[in-house]
Structures are given as C-alpha cells and as structure tokens.
C-alpha cells in the first residue's frame, strides 16, 4: 500500500468516505474548478460563471467549503462589501487529486453493452 501503510481496509475506505463527504453537492466540485489556480473571486463572479446555480444554493455550498477548510472567505472592510473566496493551501492541494480522479473517469474500458449496437 506504500505510504498509507498504516491503514486497515476498513480506516482506508473511513478516510476515503469522509473525503467523499466534503466533496459531496452538485456544484462543490464545479465551484472548486472555478478557484483552482489561486483565483480569487467575488460571490457575483461566481454567480456569473455558474449560471445554473442559486443563490441559496451557492451560499450553502460555499459555508459547507469553508467549514470544512477547503475556501477561506475574506471580507474587505469597504462600502460596498467586497467579499471574495479562494482555496485554502489544503484546498489547493486537492486539485491534482481531482485532476488524477478525471483521468481515471477517462480511461473507463467500455462495457460490452455500450460496446454492441442496439437491436431494435
């Protein structure tokens, strides 16, 4: 197992489960792509680039991040307000797991049903 020698099967599948957990909600993970990279970005600009999403919705999801230390939230003492999100470093870190998670969705073998034509 390398460096997570240290696991059961049961710890390993626990820890993976709860990692799962936070990233669980329709637009976490769109929300997650939109700051990777260092962007820093105002609750409009994300409102804007994630048009599907409400309001409601994004401010959930955005509170569930920051809880649990994926976004930091940084209020600039202004009028208006000016609020913006970005990743924490451990958010940040999360990228080339999400990355390694899409190229592995990519690489799916197809499975002989998708493979044969329909019969109609």
Same mark, same amino acid.
């Given at each position: 197992?390398?460096?997570?020698?240290?696991?059961?099967?049961?710890?390993?599948?626990?820890? #993976? +489960?709860? *990692?799962?957990?936070? !990233?669980?909600?329709?637009?976490?993970? %769109? #929300?997650?792509?939109? !700051?990777?990279?260092?962007?820093?970005?105002?609750?409009?600009?994300?409102?804007?680039?994630?048009? *599907? #999403?409400?309001?409601?919705?994004?401010?959930?999801?955005?509170?569930?991040?920051?809880? $649990?230390?994926? %976004?930091?939230?940084?209020?600039?003492?202004?009028? &208006? &307000?000016? %609020? @913006?999100?970005? !990743?924490? $470093?451990?958010?940040?870190?999360?990228? &080339?797991? !999400?990355? +390694?998670?899409?190229?592995?969705?990519?690489?799916? &073998?197809?499975?002989?049903?998708? @493979?044969?034509?329909?019969?109609?």
């Amino acid at each position: 197992m390398g460096r997570h020698d240290h696991h059961t099967p049961l710890t390993a599948a626990s820890g #993976i +489960e709860c *990692a799962i957990q936070m !990233l669980e909600g329709r637009w976490k993970r %769109v #929300i997650l792509f939109h !700051l990777f990279g260092g962007n820093k970005l105002r609750f409009s600009d994300l409102e804007r680039a994630i048009p *599907a #999403i409400s309001q409601k919705m994004l401010i959930q999801q955005l509170r569930q991040l920051e809880q $649990d230390g994926i %976004v930091a939230r940084i209020v600039h003492a202004q009028v &208006p &307000p000016k %609020v @913006e999100y970005h !990743l924490t $470093d451990w958010g940040q870190s999360l990228c &080339p797991a !999400l990355d +390694e998670l899409l190229a592995w969705a990519e690489r799916r &073998p197809m499975l002989k049903r998708e @493979e044969e034509p329909s019969k109609a």
